[in-house]
Nanobody, 118 residues
Framework: QVQLVESGGGLVQAGGSLRLSCAASGSIFTPNAMGWYRQAPGNQRELVAT???????NYADSVKGRFTVSRDDAKKMVYLQMNSLKPEDTAVYYC????????????WGKGTLITVSS
């Protein structure tokens, strides 16, 4: 089992920045991937950014050049630095841990709300 706790959400004006953090605990094996997804009202949950245990990253086209995902395996943390925020970035952001071994499984945090005002 892996537990995830997000922090860092809140209200920010358009053009501003926020940094999300996610603390993982429990049984963590490599290889794996950690990252962030978001869900806006009325929309499906979508990928924002992920980073593998090998440090490969993947970003949604809508956030490329604005968001940066990083991880600190010693601290069991994953981060999302969000710059140049837009009102359309408003959503609940969820931390994700994708376990590959011993069997594929996804774990989720409870989510943190980010509201970007225009």
């Amino acid at each position: 089992q892996v537990q995830l706790v997000e922090s860092g959400g809140g209200l920010v004006q358009a053009g501003g920045s926020l940094r999300l953090s996610c603390a993982a605990s429990g049984s963590i094996f490599t290889p794996n991937a950690m990252g962030w997804y978001r869900q806006a009202p009325g929309n499906q949950r979508e990928l924002v950014a992920t980073i593998t245990s090998g440090a490969s990253t993947n970003y949604a086209d809508s956030v490329k050049g604005r968001f940066t995902v990083s991880r600190d395996d010693a601290k069991k943390m994953v981060y999302l630095q969000m710059n140049s925020l837009k009102p359309e970035d408003t959503a609940v952001y969820y931390c994700n841990f994708h376990q590959i071994w011993p069997r594929p499984m996804d774990y989720w945090g409870k989510g943190t709300l980010i509201t970007v005002s225009s």
